[in-house]
């Protein structure tokens, strides 16, 4: 399970990414999940003039935080970071640390997942699941445009997954354009710690799977509706 932050528009980049450490460390934590903590690796995905920028790491992010450069980050329009727990503990090292890559077409898809998809790799003919979220990804962006990428697409493709997985909330990001998409089953025990939160401001768009205070009032930061999808444009 995990945790992941998305800033679009006018930010402070080090508050972002000190956004993304607080989650990490259980600080932000005011939810029934579990897990409070999320210190087996982390990514950042950034856009600089029309092109697609990432880091990604193993271990905690306050352990990583203070060597990265965030002025490096701060021009650009949109920010995503992303801490993880491994649900599995054999699926920990920079292969599992995200975002997430694939091509589909003439489209590079990045994506960040929060939650456990135990059943998706049957959607893709495989006998078992090697790593439920590079299997999520695959199923959702192989053939299809960023066009086709709808809530009604995404909505009818979680239809099919057979139940047992957690949630399917993910950071989609193309160099066009990127998307929050929140959702899990109605039957989750821990319907807080999987929904996304949402902070508006005039000149900037945050998406978060906690609150975030320092960058908004507890106030000031919406649920998103479980099957909601966000769209961000991201041309210049």
């Known amino acids: 399970m995990c945790r992941m932050i998305l800033a679009h528009g006018q930010f402070d980049a080090a508050k972002v990414l000190d956004a993304a450490r607080a989650m990490s460390c259980g600080e932000t934590a005011n939810h029934e999940g579990p897990i409070k903590a999320h210190p087996n690796g982390w990514g950042c995905l950034w856009w600089d003039r029309g092109r697609i920028r990432t880091l990604h790491g193993t271990g905690t992010f306050s352990d990583a935080l203070p060597g990265i450069d965030s002025d490096a980050m701060q021009n650009s329009p949109l920010l995503a970071v992303h801490v993880r727990h491994a649900t599995l503990s054999k699926n920990q090292g920079m292969e599992f640390s995200h975002p997430l890559w694939r091509a589909s077409g003439d489209t ?84 807080d710690y999987f929904t996304l939160h949402r902070y508006q401001r005039n000149n900037a768009t945050f998406i978060s799977s906690e609150p975030i205070t320092a960058l908004g009032s507890a106030s000031d930061w919406c649920r998103m509706h479980n099957h909601e999808l966000h769209e961000i444009s991201l041309e210049e």
Do not use: C
């Not at 998706?120 to 299997?135: C, H, I, K, N, P």
């Not at 993910?170 to 998307?179: E, G, L, N, S």
């Open 108 to 191: 590079h898809w990045y994506m960040m997942h929060n939650g456990f998809l135990p059943t998706v790799y049957a959607q893709l003919g495989m006998t078992a699941s090697r790593f439920d979220s590079a299997e999520y990804l695959e199923y959702l962006v192989d053939q299809v445009t960023p066009a086709d990428f709808t809530r009604d697409y995404l909505r009818n493709k979680m239809a099919r997954v057979a139940p047992g997985g957690s949630a399917a909330n993910a950071i989609f990001v193309t160099h066009k354009k990127a998307w929050a998409w929140q959702w899990h089953p109605d039957d989750t025990p821990y319907p």
